[in-house]
């Protein structure tokens, strides 16, 4: 069973405007959040994390929010421009080290921002 | 070369071949790691080395087979492999396993076609 879901494997949004991409788990343990950004041809490239001592993380034009009690993050994008075109992973780990600090990855949404 | 490479990009084998795939990474890191991406599923973990011990099989079968000479270089042997293992093959590295918040680093992937 998946522990790290992304519901929707698309999303298109116009140039300029914001860019909501959403991510929900299940275990209760996870306590680290990343999300990927992979281009075609590529391999992921680490974006943004944020801490489950956190509620919000920033950086630029992304932002990171978590919502432990619901167990959904959600990355912003605003504004999105065309080269954030990409597919972007959520992955959780929980702890530190051993195997509960592995990642464990969601499927990906395709984000396609239009000129 | 920067980053973590990846040879070769694309590879076409028969089920009674035996052939390796490489990874190597140039940031000074002591964890590697070999991971799965089989269409419309999430990335998967295969193997995690660390500091060249490996610490992680996770209940890969043995056609599979990791190989870390030093923590620069990584290692995939494949044999008698069947059609179901076509996938992308994705190496990352982190600069260890101590902290599992460390960010890793991935490469551009190998195209696994199994005929």
């Known amino acids: 069973d998946q522990q790290v879901k992304q519901n929707s494997p698309s999303l298109s949004v116009q140039e300029g405007r914001i860019s909501i991409l959403n991510c929900d788990y299940t275990n209760s343990m996870f306590d680290y959040f990343l999300w990927y950004k992979k281009y075609p041809a590529e391999g992921p490239t680490f974006l943004i994390s944020?801490?489950?001592?956190?509620d919000k993380n920033e950086d630029g034009r992304f932002t990171v929010f978590l919502n432990k009690s619901a167990k959904h993050l959600s990355l912003h994008i605003v504004p999105s421009q065309p080269g954030d075109s990409a597919v972007y992973f959520c992955a959780a780990s929980a702890g530190y080290g051993g195997s509960q600090g592995n990642l464990i990855f969601g499927k990906g949404t395709k984000l396609s921002v239009k000129p | 070369e920067t980053g973590v490479t990846q040879t070769p990009r694309h590879l076409v084998m028969g089920m009674t071949n035996k052939k390796s795939l490489k990874c190597e990474q140039h940031l000074g890191h002591n964890a590697m790691y070999w991971y799965k991406q089989s269409a419309k599923k999430p990335l998967e973990l295969m193997f995690v080395?660390?500091?060249?011990?490996?610490?992680e099989n996770n209940s890969v079968p043995s056609r599979f087979s990791p190989e870390c000479p030093n923590s620069s270089h990584l290692f995939l042997h494949l044999h008698t492999l069947q059609p179901e293992d076509s996938a992308l093959y994705l190496c990352?590295?982190?600069?260890?396993?101590?902290?599992?918040?460390?960010?890793?680093?991935f490469g551009p992937g190998t195209r696994l076609t199994v005929t």
């Open positions: 990352a590295s982190s600069q260890d396993r101590g902290l599992a918040h460390y960010e890793q680093y």
């Open positions: 944020i801490s489950s001592i956190k």
């Open positions: 080395y660390n500091f060249k011990e490996q610490t």
